[in-house]
């Protein structure tokens, strides 16, 4: 495909789950990708399987908690590809935890990775975005931060935060020619939740709370990505996309 040809994008939270299916996305789409995550070996195998279709990447080990970190990323993305047009803020940590059981470190831990990161990575790239007066940034939310869940307030609030950061910065930017929406996912079936699939009972239990009745394909997740990457979403901004088979809406 060539939707994205001569696009330059990064996607945190890159190594597994809905941040690799994304990133393929964006590559077979044409862009070429920054990877970026804590795990290097997880990167590296991704740039392979780019290359090996005619794509391009690069794999960064970010910590998305650290400016320095982020800011390397950014640079190692300019430097590589010549500049940056899409930021996929994808990076995040989930914690079950009863709140009268959760410590103030587990806390801190989830909303600076789910919150302060999505802030980093954004700030990082605004001046090349500005300064361009174009570019996407699709902040991946989630479906629990529209509905409550226990034992899940951490990681709700700072899903929270992220839509109103959308919203925010989507107004900022609006006259800059940067379009800024999210995508709240639910319950997709990927390597990440692959040890709560062998749970046949929770699974069951999962599904059962979804409308549609079972969890979506990372592959579902990728029109809607390009969408709002692309130049048909150039008429959006400051929107949340929710994609949880109907579990939000109960």
Partial sequence: MT????????????????GRA????????????TVAARTGEELDSFVEEAKACGGRALACRTDITDEDSV????????ETFGRVDVLVN????VASTPLAEQSAQEWDRVVATNLRGVF???RAVSRHLLAQRSGKVVNIASNFA??????????????????????????????????????????????LNAEMRKDEELTSKVVRSI????????????PWLLLLAGP???????????????????
């Fill in 3 to 18: 939707y994205l040809h001569g696009k330059v994008a990064i996607v945190t939270g890159a190594g597994r789950g809905l």
């Fill in 22 to 33: 994304m990133a393929h996305a964006l590559v077979e789409a044409g862009a070429a990708v």
């Fill in 71 to 78: 800011a390397r990323m950014v640079e190692a993305t300019v």
């Fill in 90 to 93: 994808n990076g995040g940590i």
């Fill in 120 to 122: 980093l990575c954004t």
């Fill in 146 to 191: 529209l509905q409550g869940v226990p034992n899940h307030a951490a990681y709700s609030a700072s899903k929270a935060g992220v839509i109103a950061f959308t919203r925010s910065m989507a107004m900022e930017w609006a006259r800059d020619g940067i379009q800024v929406n999210a995508i709240a996912p639910g319950y997709f079936a990927t390597d």
């Fill in 211 to 222: 409308p549609l009745k079972r969890m979506g394909h990372p592959d579902e997740l990728r």
């Fill in 232 to 250: 048909a979403s150039d008429f959006v901004t400051g929107e949340v996309v929710v994609l949880d088979g109907g579990q939000s809406v109960r």
